[in-house]
């Protein structure tokens, strides 16, 4: 393993607010809920093809901050912008949803289950905002403990950041900055349009072990993945290399071996991800809880930090994060019970059981730019597969809830990070997003039915989307005795283990450079093998710039050039999914 990581680009301070700058205006409030209109009618195209969510903060702050130039002249436009940036990056993660939307109708559709979990639109509506809701209110009081004192990157958060400086640049020191943004977002547009058409970019797949075709292993030519490793750091990148060894080069073989998988020439990547992740998951909870037990005075002084800046008008205020928390949680259990029949005691042991996973994903995403909710939520499934043996909607709707709140939870605390960084007012942040949110919930509730019509999601032929398929997949075996393997439950008890021993190691400062990081392997044996590897050629672009040249000099272009190559490819599926969507374009084959 590298001996150090590159000078971390999140500890860059506050900057100063220029004299006359705007932040909570009219204006602004209202091209905030235009951006998310926005985001939330292209999501659902965009994540149940693509099979992923692309970085939409950054999608959010070129649309903020054009549509704030049209019609001002006022300095320093990234305060302003930097709203609707927070408003399409909570639509963008309410939208995400969707995708528990659609496994819930494939399970409807799979007549073998006899279940109907077939929501309407005003289910939809009530369910999505009340989760998403809890999920904003739960993350409010981490920005202090993962923002301020922890200072863990969020990637995407920073990339957002960078993005609203270079576009607000002004003078001879912005010139740097700008080239190297424009240039990265220029080059992985391109990139990303070759590969999307000519078939002249392909991933290339090393032939490592009889499973290769499986496992995927090689390298993705999407600058997406260069630019977030350049910006999250070797360490962490080569701890996911490791994980990404585990799971796809060590693991299928031995798996094959004990006939927990079928032969080389049937078994698919998904035969192997849902054993691998047990002990991924058990390394990642384990130590994300460990970690925060071992800082429980810094998370102490955190919250107590909330508390008495409840007057403080940069922060929002604990009163109403309690007051929300327990009239959201309050809603979203009725609606689960009225609307999918969750028992109410189902629904409360789900949400109790939803914040430490929370608090996890919030530590992954900050360390490794990659949000952990399916992983999570499958957590959640094997939970009340356990509790309710047998009763796929109990495993189902508790897991949507774990999904809804895990994700909204990492929209706020993104959005945090680049309010951070800029020096937006994390009060007003927090009120953009609890505007956006039901606002993105509407908007989904009458976009996912028609989507769903037209790609006959649930019937018999139709549209199958790969990021719902797992939930799905994950169901259905739930739903027969024993699915789960011994050795899958043996490996999340070692998994654990390991994740607790590493993390209470990696926690004295002599150590942490040498000591494998349970997050970074943890979330390394989920993400597809090929995203991993590409993370770690970037990574090692920004630590071997930093090798042979000045610190100073390297930050002048690194984190802009990285927050290019993440903004290009986000804004150019973004634009790709309206295109396909009005016909304009026709998918490639």
Same mark, same amino acid.
């Given at each position: 393993?590298?001996?150090?990581?590159?000078?971390?680009?999140?500890?860059?301070?506050?900057?100063?607010?220029?004299?006359?700058?705007?932040?909570?205006?009219?204006?602004?409030?209202?091209?905030?809920?235009?951006?998310?209109?926005?985001?939330?009618?292209?999501?659902?195209?965009?994540?149940?093809?693509?099979?992923?969510?692309?970085?939409?903060?950054?999608?959010?702050?070129?649309?903020?901050?054009?549509?704030?130039?049209?019609?001002?002249?006022?300095?320093?436009?990234?305060?302003?912008?930097?709203? &609707?940036?927070?408003?399409?990056?909570?639509?963008?993660?309410?939208?995400?949803?969707?995708?528990?939307?659609?496994?819930?109708?494939?399970?409807?559709?799979?007549?073998?289950?006899?279940?109907?979990?077939?929501?309407?639109?005003?289910?939809?509506?009530?369910?999505?905002?009340?989760? +998403?809701?809890?999920?904003?209110?739960?993350?409010?009081?981490?920005?202090?403990?993962?923002?301020?004192?922890?200072?863990?990157?969020?990637?995407?958060?920073?990339?957002?950041?960078?993005?609203?400086?270079?576009?607000?640049?002004?003078? =001879?020191?912005?010139?740097?900055?700008?080239?190297?943004?424009?240039?990265?977002?220029?080059?992985?547009?391109?990139?990303?349009?070759?590969?999307?058409?000519?078939?002249?970019?392909?991933?290339?797949?090393?032939?490592? +072990?009889?499973?290769? @075709?499986?496992?995927g292993v090689g390298f993705s030519l999407g600058l997406l993945s260069i630019g977030s490793g350049m910006i999250i750091g070797v360490r962490i990148c080569a701890?996911?290399?490791?994980?990404?060894?585990?799971?796809?080069?060590? &693991?299928?073989?031995?798996?094959?071996?004990?006939?927990?998988?079928?032969?080389?020439? !049937?078994?698919? @990547?998904?035969?192997?991800?849902?054993?691998? %992740?047990?002990?991924?998951?058990?390394?990642?909870?384990?130590?994300?809880?460990?970690?925060?037990?071992?800082?429980?005075?810094?998370? =102490?002084?955190?919250? =107590?930090?909330?508390?008495?800046?409840?007057?403080?008008?940069?922060?929002?205020? %604990?009163?109403?994060?309690?007051?929300?928390?327990?009239?959201?949680?309050?809603?979203?259990?009725?609606? =689960?019970?009225?609307?999918?029949?969750?028992?109410?005691?189902?629904?409360?042991?789900?949400?109790?059981?939803?914040?430490?996973?929370?608090?996890?994903?919030?530590?992954?995403?900050?360390?490794?730019?990659?949000?952990?909710?399916?992983?999570? $939520?499958?957590?959640?499934?094997?939970?009340?597969?356990?509790? $309710?043996? +047998?009763?796929?909607?109990?495993?189902?709707?508790?897991?949507?809830?774990?999904?809804?709140?895990?994700?909204?939870?990492?929209?706020?605390?993104?959005?945090? @990070?680049?309010?951070?960084?800029?020096? $937006?007012?994390?009060?007003?942040?927090?009120? !953009?997003?609890?505007?956006?949110?039901? !606002?993105?919930?509407?908007?989904?509730?009458?976009?996912?039915?028609?989507?769903?019509?037209?790609?006959?999601?649930?019937?018999?032929?139709?549209?199958?989307?790969?990021?719902?398929?797992?939930?799905?997949?994950?169901?259905?075996?739930?739903?027969?005795?024993?699915?789960?393997?011994?050795? &899958?439950?043996?490996?999340?008890?070692?998994?654990?283990?390991?994740?607790?021993?590493?993390?209470?190691?990696?926690?004295?400062?002599?150590?942490?450079?040498?000591?494998?990081?349970?997050?970074?392997?943890?979330?390394? %044996?989920? !993400?597809?093998?090929?995203?991993?590897?590409?993370?770690?050629?970037?990574?090692?672009?920004?630590?071997?710039?930093?090798?042979?040249?000045?610190?100073?000099?390297?930050?002048?272009?690194?984190?802009?050039?990285?927050?290019?190559?993440?903004?290009?490819? &986000?804004?150019?599926?973004?634009?790709?999914?309206?295109?396909?969507?009005?016909?304009?374009?026709?998918?490639?084959?």
């Amino acid at each position: 393993m590298p001996p150090h990581d590159a000078p971390a680009a999140h500890d860059i301070p506050t900057l100063p607010r220029p004299a006359g700058a705007r932040e909570f205006t009219l204006r602004a409030i209202l091209v905030s809920l235009i951006v998310a209109v926005l985001i939330a009618a292209s999501y659902p195209y965009i994540v149940l093809k693509l099979g992923f969510g692309p970085n939409i903060a950054v999608v959010s702050a070129f649309f903020g901050y054009l549509m704030l130039a049209v019609v001002s002249r006022t300095v320093a436009l990234r305060y302003e912008s930097n709203l &609707a940036q927070s408003a399409g990056t909570i639509a963008g993660q309410t939208a995400f949803m969707c995708t528990i939307l659609a496994a819930f109708d494939l399970l409807s559709g799979d007549k073998s289950l006899g279940l109907a979990i077939s929501l309407d639109r005003m289910q939809i509506f009530l369910w999505l905002v009340t989760a +998403g809701t809890l999920g904003v209110f739960l993350g409010v009081p981490m920005r202090r403990h993962y923002i301020v004192d922890e200072k863990l990157p969020y990637a995407d958060g920073i990339a957002a950041a960078e993005t609203l400086l270079v576009l607000d640049a002004r003078g =001879q020191d912005a010139k740097i900055a700008v080239r190297s943004m424009l240039t990265g977002l220029v080059a992985s547009a391109v990139v990303s349009v070759l590969g999307m058409f000519g078939k002249i970019l392909e991933v290339w797949k090393l032939e490592i +072990g009889a499973f290769h @075709k499986a496992t995927g292993v090689g390298f993705s030519l999407g600058l997406l993945s260069i630019g977030s490793g350049m910006i999250i750091g070797v360490r962490i990148c080569a701890n996911m290399v490791i994980g990404l060894i585990l799971s796809w080069i060590v &693991a299928p073989g031995l798996l094959h071996e004990y006939g927990i998988i079928p032969a080389v020439d !049937v078994a698919k @990547k998904n035969d192997i991800l849902l054993w691998v %992740m047990w002990p991924a998951t058990g390394l990642m909870v384990a130590g994300g809880l460990t970690a925060l037990f071992l800082k429980w005075r810094v998370l =102490q002084r955190s919250f =107590q930090g909330l508390t008495s800046a409840g007057t403080d008008e940069d922060d929002f205020p %604990m009163r109403w994060v309690v007051a929300g928390i327990l009239v959201s949680a309050t809603a979203v259990i009725i609606v =689960q019970n009225l609307a999918m029949g969750l028992p109410v005691w189902e629904s409360a042991l789900a949400l109790v059981l939803s914040i430490p996973l929370m608090l996890v994903g919030l530590r992954v995403l900050g360390e490794t730019n990659w949000g952990p909710i399916s992983a999570l $939520s499958n957590v959640m499934q094997g939970v009340f597969g356990a509790i $309710s043996p +047998g009763n796929v909607t109990s495993n189902m709707v508790a897991s949507g809830l774990t999904g809804t709140t895990v994700a909204n939870s990492e929209g706020i605390i993104q959005s945090y @990070k680049t309010g951070h960084m800029i020096g $937006s007012k994390p009060r007003y942040l927090t009120y !953009v997003q609890l505007m956006a949110v039901p !606002v993105a919930a509407l908007v989904v509730a009458f976009v996912y039915p028609i989507f769903k019509a037209q790609e006959h999601i649930g019937e018999e032929g139709g549209f199958i989307p790969a990021i719902s398929a797992k939930w799905y997949g994950f169901a259905k075996i739930l739903s027969r005795d024993g699915a789960i393997p011994v050795s &899958a439950l043996w490996a999340l008890g070692i998994g654990a283990a390991l994740g607790i021993v590493l993390t209470i190691l990696e926690s004295k400062p002599r150590w942490k450079t040498w000591v494998p990081s349970p997050t970074g392997i943890g979330i390394g %044996m989920l !993400v597809p093998a090929a995203y991993v590897a590409t993370m770690f050629v970037g990574a090692m672009i920004d630590w071997t710039a930093r090798k042979v040249s000045d610190d100073r000099k390297v930050d002048a272009w690194s984190v802009p050039l990285a927050s290019g190559f993440i903004a290009g490819e &986000a804004l150019l599926a973004v634009v790709m999914a309206v295109l396909f969507a009005t016909g304009v374009v026709s998918p490639p084959g």
